[in-house]
């Protein structure tokens, strides 16, 4: 395994602690290979394929295949992406903590690969990082209770809430501040059977760590953030949820390379590049 996919996949879990009585957490990755495009479980350098559905029935089929042979790509496909405003308190500013998540949506053509550019559009002057704990949802969800939609939540990855800050004050709506080609990089691996409720969060601009936090400071925990929006969204298997971004935020240039680590999880790393 080249030390990029070392760093990538493999340091945050091997720090992940687990009780002998637990099961171990389970990284699924979606990838291509060739012209082919599938599910599997990552094991050290090794991805062990699977087929049927990643959110229900499936089963490994046999091939294995080398990390370093294979294309990571997000790791769902989502009918739709949410994302979360101001859960964090060290991101208010002189703000009013909110009284319920504060949803708002970004396309699915927001989405971007691992290693893939995040491409500023010639207009953008203001494009700030974002990093942030994305929750995966794993079955239908409607009219929940924070019991019940934890039970829907399948894993947890990586997020860049890639924002043009100019956009967001001067439109309506927060569609291409937001929503623009490749302001949602995802990725690079989705993460079962961890306590995502105490993770610590890391992003760094070209090196230097210019956000830190840990999840248990969110404002609204996963399980609220999923129930409330279930009350009015119907959520579906793949769909995420972006859960807001913690501390302050800083432009970005092209050039730049935007890391986002959360412990047990692993890195999202992605360049800035211009149109």
Not at 10 to 21: D, E, H, I, K, S
Not at 102 to 123: A, R, S
Not at 229 to 252: C, E, K, Q, W
Request: glycine share 10%; charged share 25%.
């Amino acid at each position: 395994m080249s030390s990029t996919r070392r760093e990538i996949l493999g340091a945050a879990f091997l720090a992940t602690q687990w009780t002998a009585a637990a099961p171990a957490p389970v990284r699924y990755v979606r990838f291509r290979r060739g012209a082919a495009t599938a599910y599997g479980i990552v094991e050290g350098d090794t991805i062990r394929e699977i087929r049927g559905d990643l959110f229900g029935a499936h089963q490994e089929t046999g091939p294995r295949h080398k990390l370093a042979d294979v294309k990571l790509l997000y790791p769902c496909e989502p009918s739709k992406v949410l994302a979360v405003g101001l859960n964090y308190r060290s991101h208010l500013g002189q703000q009013k903590p909110p009284s319920v998540p504060e949803l708002f949506y970004k396309p699915i053509t927001c989405l971007t690969h691992p290693e893939d550019p995040v491409v500023l559009p010639p207009e953008a002057k203001n494009v700030h990082y974002e990093g942030e704990l994305v929750i995966v949802i794993g079955k239908r969800a409607k009219g929940l209770s924070p019991a019940e939609a934890r039970e829907a939540i399948f894993g947890v990855t990586c997020g860049n809430d890639v924002s043009e800050r100019d956009w967001q004050k001067s439109d309506l709506q927060w569609w291409r501040a937001k929503g623009a080609d490749t302001f949602g990089p995802l990725g690079p691996v989705i993460v079962r059977g961890i306590d995502y409720g105490r993770l610590e969060l890391e992003t760094r601009l070209n090196g230097k760590t210019v956000q830190k936090q840990n999840t248990s400071d969110l404002l609204f925990d996963c399980p609220t953030i999923v129930s409330f929006a279930s009350r009015f969204v119907t959520l579906m298997p793949g769909d995420v949820i972006y859960t807001g971004t913690p501390g302050t935020t800083g432009p970005m240039k092209p050039g730049d390379i935007v890391e986002v680590e959360i412990s047990g999880i692993g890195t999202l790393r992605n360049r800035i590049a211009a149109a």
